[in-house]
């Protein structure tokens, strides 16, 4: 939670109320803000987090009532958002741009797999099936650390910059983030995109070591180390916000 929301939040007051459409319960993050002068609902289309903010002075009450009053908008607003995709036995999952079945091998020894049968390539992940979702999740991390580590670094090479640390994250708003020190952060669904769209995001967080903005030069730095510029920012454009789906759970309530 951001620091800002602590500050503005009643002691002993909850950060989330449940209300109540139709039947169905919808988690709604609650958060006073400063400059709040009324009450807003916000969906977050990654997360599908519904986020309820008040002025400073407003009341828990009210703002329940002000959900209330719009569950309907918040129910239609999550029916049309790309439906969750969580980790389980049977479901598929794009790995490298790929589809991969996740198939439970409970009695196997090992953690998580990749292999083909009959019907293409497989997940198989060992262990109680409580755990699948941890480690598929634990898998993909490494996988995408493991990819941008090298994607980043041969770009590096090629611009003769030094990368300090790569790092994966889930973050939301973004594929990317490079810091003054040379820290890349990354998203790990970018495993699940084809590899040339983890090998622009290299190329796009690289670039910025030289260029900390998005002037032509950066572009033209950008394309002199990835031939797939336009086809890869039209391609996330298209199917990046899919990429959020999987993994998420029902409602995260
Ligand atoms: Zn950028």
Known sequence: MPLRALLYRRQSEPSAI??????????????RHRQARRYTLRIHSATREVVLTMPPRGSLK??????????????????????????????????????????????????????????????CVAGEAPHIARRVRDFLKREARSDLEVASRRAAEKLGVRVSRVSVRDQSSRWGSCSTTGVLSYSWRLILAPPYILDYLAAHE????????????????????????????????????????YGLTHERR
């Open 62 to 123: 009210e703002a329940r009532a002000f959900a209330e009053k719009h569950g309907g908008w918040i129910a239609a607003r999550l029916t049309r958002l790309p439906a969750p995709a969580p980790f389980a036995h049977g479901m598929l999952l794009p790995v490298r741009g790929v589809d991969h079945r996740i198939v439970h091998r409970a009695g196997a020894r090992g953690t998580v797999w990749i292999e083909a049968d009959s019907e293409g390539p497989c997940l």
């Open 206 to 245: 690289v670039a910025h070591l030289v260029e900390m903005n998005h002037s032509r030069r950066f572009w033209r730095l950008v394309e002199r180390i990835c031939p797939d510029v336009t086809r890869a920012k039209t391609w996330l454009d298209v199917h990046g916000s899919n990429l959020h789906r």
């Open 18 to 31: 449940n209300i109540v459409f139709e039947r169905e319960v919808y988690l709604v993050r609650v958060r």
